[in-house]
């Protein structure tokens, strides 16, 4: 089974759970604090990116949606747009230059547009960063996406909101973005 396959597999199956490094009960948490945590991964094959998020965040799942949502305690998963979703991606990146190249290529097909697309390194791996805009009036809605490589595949931070919403959040996404590290070796 691939690695990937093993990573989908460990997200379908899991549990609710808390970030292991949530304060105790009661305790304020610091403005801009952030805790770093380790996302899920198969049994003996740990994920092999890790993720800060604000202290009063948490990590969740949602019944038959594969992936964790990152939020606050009070976000209801998984339509509030507070929420950070993180999936293993359904495309591999290989090559973050020709991923980000198809994308530019599909915007003018499609009825979403891509009004940015960059390669971008993120704690020294190169992915892919995508903000994606679709629908009008009242349906229009803007995503960011971070999308870096897995060995066998790819995995998919996003943030989505309603357009009015967007760029009010869109800090809160970038920070969570780009503070994904790989794994050090051996943990």
């Not at 990573?7 to 379908?12: C, E, G, S």
């Not at 304020?28 to 604000?54: C, S, W």
């Not at 349906?139 to 790819?154: D, F, H, I, Q, Y």
């Amino acid at each position: 089974m691939s690695f990937c396959r093993l990573i989908a597999t460990a997200f379908a199956a899991m549990i609710p759970v808390v970030a292991s490094a949530q304060p105790p009960a009661g305790t304020p948490a610091q403005p801009n604090a952030m805790q770093r945590i380790e996302l899920p991964g198969a049994p003996d094959k740990p994920f092999p990116y890790t993720v800060d998020i604000p202290a009063d965040w948490q990590m969740r799942q949602v019944k038959d949606i594969p992936g964790v949502w990152l939020g606050p305690k009070d976000a209801e998963p998984p339509n509030d747009p507070r929420l950070v979703y993180v999936r293993i991606s359904p495309k591999p990146l290989t090559d973050p230059a020709q991923t980000a190249a198809n994308i530019r290529a599909e915007d003018a097909k499609q009825p979403w547009s891509a009004p940015l697309v960059e390669v971008r390194e993120v704690g020294g791996v190169r992915g892919v960063l995508v903000r994606m805009d679709s629908g009008e009036g009242d349906k229009a809605r803007s995503t960011l996406v971070l999308k870096l490589p897995l060995e066998n595949g790819g995995v998919d931070f996003l943030g989505s909101a309603p357009r009015a919403e967007f760029e009010k959040l869109l800090p809160s996404y970038q920070k969570v973005f780009f503070s994904v590290r790989r794994r050090a070796a051996g943990k």
